[in-house]
């Protein structure tokens, strides 16, 4: 079965840094992408960026470059959402999904979603 | 970045009946379009890949059209387990932006 797993609900302060994990099984890591997607309460779903685990091949939207980082561990096939200091306005639920590859090394459509991780950053 | 517009952003049917959403593009994405549904409290679930393939596992009465700036989805036969939010998200180059959501309710 092709699972993506995510790493459980966080409750932070705002400044503190934060990880969370999505852990694949059931295909080969290697050759799909992985994105990660952020839906505020009650709000639509916003691309965050995507990494292809095969090369390292990274992407970030311009509202979210510099605000996060997105890496791999091939080793245990897991992708990585991190954050060095976070706001209040990094609550969310955060998803990953993988998506194969089309043409040459292209990214297609989200086929497989992780169960979602919560964030509530509060002082 | 490319802007996705759709509409209606919410909209109520019967079972049994029919709806299409639209989405439509800032610029041409020639067919690199998909559809999600999204239920309350669950992951977002893939529909509709590259326009108008269906993804395995999805009833036929899914159905995605378009090509350029203009796509639209369409649900026939409605069931209660159609109700939830559809968006609409482009893959045709980074950032691979999604429209606003469309909120479906069943009458």
């Known amino acids: 079965d092709v699972q993506l797993v995510q790493s459980g609900a966080e409750v932070k302060k705002p400044g503190e840094s934060l990880k969370i994990s999505c852990k694949s099984s059931g295909y080969s890591f290697s050759n799909y992408w992985i994105t990660w997607v952020r839906q505020m309460p009650g709000k639509g779903l916003e691309w965050v960026g995507i990494?292809?685990?095969?090369?390292?091949?990274?992407r970030y939207s311009p509202s979210f470059e510099g605000q996060v980082t997105i890496s791999v561990d091939r080793s245990i096939s897991t992708a990585y959402l991190q954050w060095s200091s976070l706001k209040a306005s990094d609550t969310a639920m955060y998803y990953c999904a993988r998506s194969p590859v089309i043409l040459v090394l292209y990214p297609g459509a989200l086929d497989v979603w992780g169960q979602g991780t919560m964030v509530t950053v509060s002082s | 970045d490319i802007q996705m517009t759709q509409s209606p952003s919410s909209l109520s049917a019967s079972i049994g009946g029919s709806v299409t959403i639209t989405c439509r593009a800032s610029q041409s994405i020639d067919s690199y379009l998909n559809w999600y549904q999204q239920r309350p409290g669950k992951a977002p679930r893939l529909l509709i890949f590259d326009a108008s393939s269906l993804q395995s596992g999805v009833p036929s009465r899914f159905s995605g059209s378009g090509s350029g700036t203009d796509f639209s989805l369409t649900i026939n036969n409605l069931q209660p387990e159609d109700f939830g939010t559809y968006y609409c998200?482009?893959?045709?180059?980074?950032?691979?932006?999604f429209g606003q959501g469309t909120k479906l309710e069943i009458k």
């Open positions: 990494i292809y685990p095969g090369d390292y091949d990274t």
């Open positions: 998200q482009h893959n045709y180059r980074t950032p691979h932006t």
